[in-house]
């Protein structure tokens, strides 16, 4: 069985850091691509910041500067490093794993963790 679970998220002030983490299980972790999604309310969900097996990683720009992907493969975890938050990047935000055969082999979901930016 297939999971990813998400932690980390939180209320944070304006200006503020947080480090999201997304634990796989039930995958060959190291030949997934891994990115980090987000959706507000009333917004269609968005990537984030992807991660390719061989560590190339893909930013939206409005996040560029501020965050920064990694992946760890012997403990099948993705991070994302959040820097400078605005409370615009309020939003849930949600792990994806992506095998290189996407999308004749389908891709998982995590269930998403909630991060707040307010004063």
């Known amino acids: 069985q297939v999971q990813l679970v998400e932690s980390g998220g939180g209320l944070v002030q304006p200006g503020g850091s947080l480090r999201l983490s997304c634990a796989a299980s039930g995958i060959a972790f190291s030949l997934y691509t891994m990115g980090w999604y987000r959706q507000a309310p009333g917004n269609q969900r968005e990537l984030v910041a992807s991660i390719t097996t061989g560590g190339s990683t893909t930013y939206a720009d409005s996040v560029k500067g501020r965050f920064t992907i990694s992946r760890d493969n012997p403990k099948s975890t993705v991070n994302l490093q959040i820097n400078s938050l605005k409370p615009e990047d309020t939003a849930v935000y949600y792990c994806?794993?992506?095998?290189?055969?996407?999308?004749?082999?389908?891709?998982?979901w995590g269930q998403g963790t909630q991060v707040t930016v307010s004063s």
């Open positions: 994806n794993a992506r095998p290189p055969q996407y999308p004749v082999l389908k891709d998982y």
